[in-house]
């Protein structure tokens, strides 16, 4: 297949690029290089949108709205059940699905209704924004937008397996994570700014604006992928009864081991992150021009992480990747709530990111080298599921427990399931091949 001159030149470029960092090329495929170069681009315009409607930004919008920690549960438990449905009513149309990377790329344009729906609450002012309306908005946007969120996550897996080969697959996504970090650095500076000089809410509905631009851009971009033709052979399909395909991935002793981890993952390095900001802001009285101090640490975090990946990373050596990470978080957790100075704060937080970074990205590799490609949509998306209940519940508990209880004993409890769980995940992935 042949690629515009344009892309020709780009993937050069990136070429270049990764030989300088891991002095080794990623792919020699020229349709495997025209995809790492679309989904390269795609990936980081839609993290970078998330970033500015998601995250620390939305955690410290919420905040100056005036939502305590529990209502910040309650809309983290929102999202967690419309995800939670859409993996349970979605996965055998999942695994069915034969355009999987239109899918992906119709389903990055949802989103953008969380923000739209912000800027249009912020157009009153400061003085006409109301708690109780902010909090119900979100809790009915967030359900639905992590509804469609849920079919994205199944059909990505369907997607990855596509457009990359299993020998590419490792070093294209730890490149992608970073130029997603290193975008995000960019624009977590620029949000120092835009927060500083505009303050609340105008600086925030600028930053709205630009997810959702950045949102539409990452859907034309991600429609550019094209499947490798020796990889499109066609596999026997999953019931599209969400009842059977859900029963026939939890009797694979493959998916079962991946159980009890999946399950800790939503209380530990994914439910803290939630609270990270809004604890700091309430115990540091923080400026909101550190929300862009935190965005940059957090995203330099990634960056290393998938540097690390990108390096290091072999078949099978998911599992003592996810231990390390688990390490590095509960270093982190356990750093954050000890350390007397906002400086402090941020440095374990930047370490805390280095470790959710490691074990986001590592998860989905090792799920993808086990997964039967029958039902690889399906499991993917059913071990989501399993994270997405689980923090959905925390999510409201942790609220509740930081509303009642010093933040060092509530964190410190997520510090030592943290590690347990990183000795589970140790257990769960194959062994590296030699």
């Known amino acids: 297949m042949n690629t515009s ?6 993937f050069k ?8 960092l891991i002095l080794r090329k990623i792919t020699d495929d020229p349709v495997e290089g025209r995809n790492l170069f679309w989904s390269s681009l795609g990936w980081t315009l839609f993290g970078l949108g998330t970033l500015l409607v998601g995250g620390t930004v939305l955690q410290t919008y919420l905040v100056k709205v005036g939502l305590s920690n529990i209502q910040l549960g309650l ?6 059940m419309g995800f939670t449905v859409g993996t349970l009513l979605l996965p055998g149309l999942a695994d069915r699905a034969k355009k999987c990377i239109r899918a992906v790329a119709l389903c990055m344009l949802p989103p953008i209704f969380l923000p739209l729906a912000l800027i249009i609450i912020n157009l009153g002012g400061p003085g006409l924004i109301e708690v109780a309306v902010v909090f119900w908005t979100l809790i009915m946007l967030s359900a639905f937008v992590q509804f469609v969120l849920a079919y994205q996550n199944m059909v990505s897996a369907g997607m990855w397996t596509l457009t990359f080969g299993n020998s590419t697959r490792g070093k294209a996504f730890g490149l992608q994570g970073i130029m997603v970090g290193i975008a995000s650095i960019a624009m977590g500076s620029l949000s120092i700014k835009i927060l500083a000089e505009m303050g609340y809410p105008e600086g925030f509905t600028l930053c709205f604006v630009g997810a959702i631009f950045l949102y ?19 596999y026997p399909r999953s019931s599209v009864s969400p009842v059977k395909a859900l029963r026939k991935l939890f009797s694979m002793r493959k998916f079962q081991i991946l159980i ?5 993952r939503g209380v530990t390095t994914m439910g803290v992150v939630i609270f990270v900001m809004p604890v700091a802001i309430r115990r540091f009285n ?21 540097l690390l990946i990108t390096l290091f990373y072999k078949e099978g050596g998911a599992g003592r990747g996810c231990l390390l990470a688990c390490c590095l978080a509960t270093l982190g957790i356990l750093g954050m709530v000890l350390s007397g100075r906002p400086l402090m704060f941020i440095l374990f937080n930047t370490i805390l990111m280095l470790g ?4 986001a990205t590592l998860i989905p590799l090792g799920i993808l080298e086990i997964a039967p490609k029958e039902v690889a949509n399906s499991f993917f998306g059913a071990r989501l599921l399993l994270t997405m209940v689980t923090l959905s519940f925390s999510s409201v508990l942790i609220g509740y427990l930081l509303d009642l209880f010093s933040p060092l004993w509530v964190f410190s409890g997520i510090g030592f399931l943290t590690f347990i769980n990183g000795v589970l995940w140790l257990f769960s992935f194959p062994k590296a091949k030699d």
């Open 286 to 306: 923080l400026p909101i021009n550190y929300v862009g101090y935190v965005v940059i640490s957090s995203a330099a975090s990634a960056v290393f992480a998938s």
């Open 75 to 80: 809309i983290s438990f929102s999202g967690g």
């Open 5 to 10: 001159r344009l892309e020709q030149v780009v």
């Open 216 to 234: 539409s851009l990452s859907a034309l971009t991600i429609h550019k992928l094209k499947p490798l033709t020796d990889i499109t052979k066609p």
């Open 356 to 359: 959710v970074a490691i074990e």
């Open 260 to 264: 009890v981890p999946n399950i800790l």
């Open 13 to 20: 470029l990136l070429g270049k690029l990764n030989y300088y």
